[in-house]
């Protein structure tokens, strides 16, 4: 069973900055896709960026320009650095791992932008 945990949430002003991080368990990291999601309240989850295993990366045109997918196979974690924040960017976010044979969900990290 894989787990993922996020961290790097919190509260942020207009115009800041977070660094969220999504730690994996297992030995097969470097093979998988990795993609972080949000969800805002009484909206449906999103895809915000997606990163295969070659570390070429997708983007929603929400986030493009603002926000970089990253991960370090090493490590076994996945990244989203996070500029220029905006209100409308407030949501719980979800990292994913995405396997040939299943996927897997974290539990979310909170990010509200707000002054």
């Known amino acids: 069973q894989v787990q993922l945990v996020e961290s790097g949430g919190g509260l942020v002003q207009p115009g800041g900055s977070l660094r969220l991080s999504c730690a994996a368990s297992?030995?097969?990291?470097?093979?998988?896709?990795m993609a972080w999601y949000r969800q805002a309240p009484t909206k449906q989850r999103e895809m915000v960026a997606l990163i295969n295993s070659a570390s070429s990366a997708d983007y929603s045109d929400s986030v493009k320009g603002r926000f970089t997918i990253s991960r370090d196979n090493a490590k076994n974690t996945a990244y989203l650095q996070m500029n220029s924040l905006k209100p409308e960017d407030t949501a719980v976010y979800y990292c994913?791992?995405?396997?040939?044979?299943?996927?897997?969900w974290g539990h979310g990290t909170q990010v509200t932008v707000s002054s």
């Open positions: 994913k791992l995405i396997s040939s044979n299943a996927n897997y």
């Open positions: 297992g030995s097969f990291f470097s093979r998988v896709v």
